[in-house]
DNA sequence: GTTGAAATGAGGGGCGTACCTCAATTAGCG
DNA sequence: CGCTAATTGAGGTACGCCCCTCATTTCAAC
């Protein structure tokens, strides 16, 4: 049988009613009466029972995560994951709630921010790109006892509250690995594509890879990064372009996690040599992409990880407890054809 | 505020006696009666209180690990996230329990699951060679009200249970396809190392090597598997060996989840080329292996996953609920040294 | 209609904890 | 010593559900 505060009680020698002003924190406790009980938890090895302090609490957590309004299929899966943890939670009294707002729009999401009521939300996830704006709302949002996440692409890490993703100069980096490893001997260049290069997510990636190839590959040039800025006319342009005026290019790397427009402008562009083609976050296209061999690499963030470590770490925080370190590490995956 | 059993009664036009029948599947409730019950919880969302429940019943959820008495570093590290998922699960009145038997000694195997009391355990998660006996010995636990999962190396799939682990033929071509990609365009020989070539899971993880080798990359030759036998002064010794008469070796890959002795005959051993050199399993010895370029790459899968997958998948079958499968997809990682 | 079985209702006690009130005791201070 | 403040105890109610008992109603077969 588990000891219970009852238990705690006896052997404390102190009534239930002081267990329970030590158990939550209540004023009024003398020192030492606070650390017979303690002693007490220790020796009889007493962890509370989550479940009853809940129900006696009525506490129901609620959660939101801030999206972007426009996306493409990793968002469609993220969405699909939310959903998914919003069922298998909903028994341990858990609520996620979405809401997507232009991500360019830092104002807007800093004024939503500003609206929540602590009464109605206890933590929130978001993800947008980094803006002094929405890092304020976040503070003031701390202030007033809603606990923020940076999710995914975020905030600088220096904000205190914690971030769930991945480390995006690492996964630049192993790309940048994986692909001077991929291309053997061969010397040339290698085609960096980018929806836009305006994002620090967009950046560190850059960074990482140009650090790795750089360091140990010097048989390969890294180009310039082209952006397509979400626009699947410019990016034929553009990539037919970079194939007209590099004919040795022996590898692609595309930072974007929407993979499709340049895979496709780069199957419709004439090219030779077979470059290693390496990019981004597991969709539908790219996993098909790695089946048939138009990529040779996929590095990924699990979607499905990415959602329940940040409401595993919210609920972590409604609780006051912390979050077990090792499971909310979100992993760089590196998806080949055999491993999808 | 949630619906509670009080507003399905009320909804349904029964009491809650009744609706306690239906939610229970207990006897006594005609079909009719049971489909407005049913309808009441569609149309309110109702999702029973977990943890209600859970009170109510005094369920406490009692799970054991099977492991093997000696073991490597990975093994450690599998007692550790144990230990570690014992206290975090703690609250949530789920408790772990380890068992360690010689792993060759399948009748100790099948002998101590048959002492097992379903008053004293809900399920185990068992790491094991296939035998018969165990997987005989585990089909009766099942009758007896025991849930079996198999834990990482494993019987065969078609147990009918749950398998918690990796697909060690996939884990296999992907180590393949990385040894023919890091290899570039060279032609040679590849050495195979395992501890062991009797498992069900070393033959796997040799079979997928061989089949995307031999498809794709036929510059490689492999050698046949060395075996080790745990023993230091072997490994060295056929390391060696195999240096010596096989001049062009471009590749090593270990089989064995315990890299660290392969890789001291390999340091040891006088050699060239360089060549590309795969283990399996991250432990504090591949990591540091990986960094310091001893090692091009390690397949790996997550211990504290294995775990907590384990002990997730276990607690669903007791409460008779589907596990969410997405959570419980063992991912076979692909260790770079930037992506550790 | 009678009868027996099946179905349903009403109600209570309990799980372990939170949170509240009010009384009782103790400690500290002048 | 008396007085106030600090500390502690006792007890109750609640949370949502499980599980049990006993009575009552409904139904079907005869």
Redesign the pocket.
Known sequence: ??P???DLARVA??????V??V??DR????R??VEKVNSAIEELG?V??AS??N????KIYRFVFLLPKTGDQFLGELLYRIDEANSAFSAEMIHVDVTRIPENDPHRIAALLATLDPETVDGIAIMAPESPQVRDAMLRLEERGIDTLSFISGQSRTTGGDAVGIDNRAAGATAGRLMGRFSGARSGKVLVIAETMQSRDSLERRLGFDQVINADFPNLQVLPSLETWGNQARAEKIVQTSFASHPDIVGIYILTSEARGPLQAIATAPHENGPVTIAHERTPFTEAALISGELDAVIAQNPGHLVRSAIRILKARSDQKEPLASQETIRIEILLKENT
Not at 27 to 30: D, E, I, L
Not at 55 to 58: D, N
Request: net charge positive; proline share 3%.
């Open positions: 049988m588990r219970t505060t009852k020698g102190v009534s239930l009613a002081t329970d002003r158990l939550n004023p009024g406790v003398h030492k009466t007493f509370r029972n009853a302090a129900l006696a609490r009525g």
